[in-house]
């Protein structure tokens, strides 16, 4: 029997913004445990939390950008359980009348565009953090750091629209992507900005009804949500084949052992005894500053692409590498700009900036090479300066020093030889020194002058200019011939 997978995610972003979201500590990340806090975000007996406006106004801004509906009137409510990194023993969430509800997102898989539902998009507090898993968490011991609790986070509760591993990647992809280009969130799954939950079942295909899920947790990659997905709906298969029965609760994906470990029972939404919360009035959103908001809205990711082809006349491969990004493609615009030759910046960035990032495991703010120096060296080859196999190396040294390219090329000595009269001296001598290969070509084996060409270039140690090379050389083996 063949099965569907049904896939819906729920992703928490956390907010950029510089205090939590319901008193005034700081949110900054990597500080001295246990140091950002107080009786509100601890949640004292007799605090009053208030409402940090910025947060709404980000939570606003996802919504406009996802086309969801923005509830005139919404409500906070206490979500009750009990962590130990909870210290007031509830969550303030938003349940039955959030702040959004019914948009969506488009990806595009096996090209074609498909449309993911979003459920409902709130706002909510997050908890603190229990470690175990350090070198200074002593064995059978958990510490805990509630710097985190009151951190604002918005939560994306998608709909089981998801049919593969892959389009749940691509899904997640783009809601990093949308809330990188607003600027509301860093994305950075890493240090836990963006965290995502998969609700995971399967059906026999064809079928209506939807199998057990599960609920699969811990998933701190792009690419770890695709393996623990893969490895959940091989799992329920399998189980379903052998006449067994999936069972309703909550896994943690281990990365490092490539397998999902049972957690706790599903919880339901009883068991959380939400009730609303008293000390918070109701949150009322005028029509007037959603408008405001949409009219301080960034260019979407999916509007940039589309520009960046039709502006740049841009392969359609290119501007979605190059918009993958707000900060590549600010980039990129830059150096087009500067250098006046959109389609030589585009495979710049593609090719070397990309390569040189990976390498360094950095952020394009981190790139010593800035785009008016990119785009110099783009024009020092366009102008015959420099080879385009130099400007690989000057490109190195630039990473390297952060030097700009005119000031490498005149400390090297690297300015490209287009003096026929000197490159002539250079084909004669290999002419000379290459006779076995100078005969084959002059028997027909054309793809000698490879060979010649690239002594040609040794012997200039990369400076020659390779057309005038090209010309010389044929018309000295042209010579040779009539001889």
Request: contains cysteine; glycine residues 6%.
């Amino acid at each position: 029997m063949k099965y569907e997978p049904v896939i819906g995610l729920e992703v928490h972003a956390q907010l950029l913004t510089k205090s939590k979201i319901f008193c005034r500590c700081s949110t900054t990340f990597g500080a001295d445990p246990n140091s950002q806090t107080c009786p509100i975000c601890l949640g004292m007996p007799g605090v009053l939390p208030v409402l940090n406006k910025l947060a709404v106004e980000f939570a606003i801004k996802i919504a406009l950008a996802t086309e969801c509906r923005i509830a005139e009137n919404s409500i906070f409510a206490r979500k009750n359980y009990f962590y130990p990194d909870l210290p007031k023993g509830y969550q303030i969430s938003q349940y039955e009348e959030p702040l959004c509800e019914d948009g969506h997102v488009e990806i595009e898989i096996d090209g074609k565009i498909k449309m993911i539902g979003i459920t409902r998009i709130h706002l909510e507090e997050d908890a603190g953090k229990s470690i175990h898993a350090e070198a200074f968490v002593g064995e059978n011991e958990t510490l805990v750091d509630v710097n985190r609790c009151g951190t604002p986070l918005i939560e994306i509760v998608g709909e089981a629209d998801i049919r593969s591993p892959k389009a749940a990647y691509l899904y997640l992809r783009r809601l990093r992507q949308i809330v990188q280009y607003l600027e509301i969130c860093d994305g950075n799954m890493e240090e836990g900005s963006l965290r995502c939950d998969a609700n995971v079942s399967v059906r026999p295909l064809g079928a209506q009804e939807f199998g057990v899920k599960t609920e699969l947790k811990n998933m701190n990659s792009f690419r770890g949500v695709e393996k623990a997905l893969e490895f959940e709906i091989e799992r329920q298969i399998r189980t379903l084949e052998k006449g067994g029965k999936v069972v309703q609760q909550t896994l943690l994906w281990d990365a490092n052992k490539n397998e999902a470990i049972p957690m706790r029972g599903k919880e339901f939404a009883h068991d959380y005894r939400y009730f609303p919360e008293p000390d918070l009035v109701p949150l009322q959103i005028k029509s007037d500053w959603i408008e405001k908001i949409r009219q301080s809205l960034p260019e979407l990711p999916s509007v940039r692409r589309n520009r960046l082809v039709e502006q740049y006349e841009l392969p359609q491969y290119d501007a979605d590498i190059l918009t993958d990004s707000k900060a590549i493609a600010d980039y990129f615009e830059e150096t087009a700009l500067f250098s006046g030759d959109a389609k030589a910046a585009s495979n710049w960035i593609m090719g070397e900036v990309l390569r040189v990032l990976k390498e360094a495991q950095a952020d394009i703010k981190d790139l010593k090479i800035k785009p008016a120096d990119l785009a110099t060296l783009i024009k020092l080859i366009k102008d015959g300066t420099i080879s385009g196999k130099i400007a690989k190396f000057v490109f190195d040294e630039m990473h390297t020093s952060g030097k700009k390219p005119d000031e490498i090329i005149k400390e090297k000595g690297l300015v490209q030889i287009s003096d026929s009269a000197e490159l002539e001296k250079h084909v004669l001598s290999v002419i000379g020194e290459n006779p076995d290969e100078v005969k084959k070509f002059l028997t027909g084996h054309e793809q000698v002058l490879g060979f010649l060409v690239g002594q040609i270039m040794k012997s200039t140690r990369g400076k020659a200019n390779p057309e005038l090379v090209n010309e010389i050389l044929r018309k000295e083996l042209q010579k040779l011939k009539s001889v």
